[in-house]
């Protein structure tokens, strides 16, 4: 993963395990590098809550232009709520 988002091959596995073990907090720009080689939104990346991430994921499958079309349905489904 490491080398995929540019890192030097030596340090790379380490850095990323720091990383995963919370013993050092990657900066934004690293969080999405990983984010873009994983496919995911950058927000993604810091979900505590599984139905959370899914639905970000869930949302960025969807091209822009229906993501937003769907986002203001679903905001205006919570307003009545």
């Known amino acids: 993963m490491g080398e995929a988002i540019g890192l030097d091959e030596s340090s790379a596995r380490a850095r990323i395990s720091?990383?995963?073990?919370?013993?050092?907090?990657?900066p934004f720009?690293?969080?999405?590098?990983?984010?873009?080689v994983l496919d995911v939104p950058p927000p993604y990346m810091y979900c505590e809550e599984q139905d959370i991430a899914e639905l970000l994921l869930a949302l960025h499958k969807i091209p822009s232009k229906a993501r937003k079309q769907k986002v203001g349905v679903l905001m205006a489904h919570m307003a009545e709520a």
């Open 18 to 26: 720091r990383y995963e073990l919370g013993v050092h907090e990657s």
């Open 29 to 36: 720009a690293t969080v999405k590098l990983l984010a873009d």
